[in-house]
């Protein structure tokens, strides 16, 4: 008696593992192309961003020279303006 129990037991488990088993392998495939579709939009995005960011032609560096502020860009362009300080008295 106590066989017939416990060979129904396992019985039941297994058949509870293989329904578990094959009822949770579920199609992932289209969750996951979604998810590397945006991620190659999201670096496509970038790209556009830094590929704009470069062409403003940022400032590189600034110096102060001769009363005169020079402004060099990462093109090569230099800037020079003298500030008007107002006042200041000596």
């Given at each position: 008696m106590r066989k017939k129990y416990l060979s129904a037991l396992l019985f039941g488990a297994l058949l509870f593992a293989s329904a578990g088993?094959?009822?949770?392998?579920?199609?992932?495939?289209?969750?996951?192309?979604?998810?590397?579709?945006?991620?190659?939009?999201?670096?496509?995005?970038l790209a556009d961003l830094e590929t704009k960011v470069n062409a403003l032609g940022c400032v590189e560096s600034i110096e102060f020279s001769d009363g005169k502020?020079?402004?060099?860009?990462?093109?090569g362009?230099?800037?020079?303006?003298?500030?008007?300080?107002t006042g200041i008295k000596e």
């Open positions: 088993t094959f009822t949770s392998c579920n199609d992932y495939d289209d969750d996951i192309n979604n998810l590397n579709q945006r991620v190659d939009q999201i670096a496509s995005d502020l020079i402004v060099h860009t990462p093109n362009d230099v800037s020079a303006a003298m500030p008007e300080c």
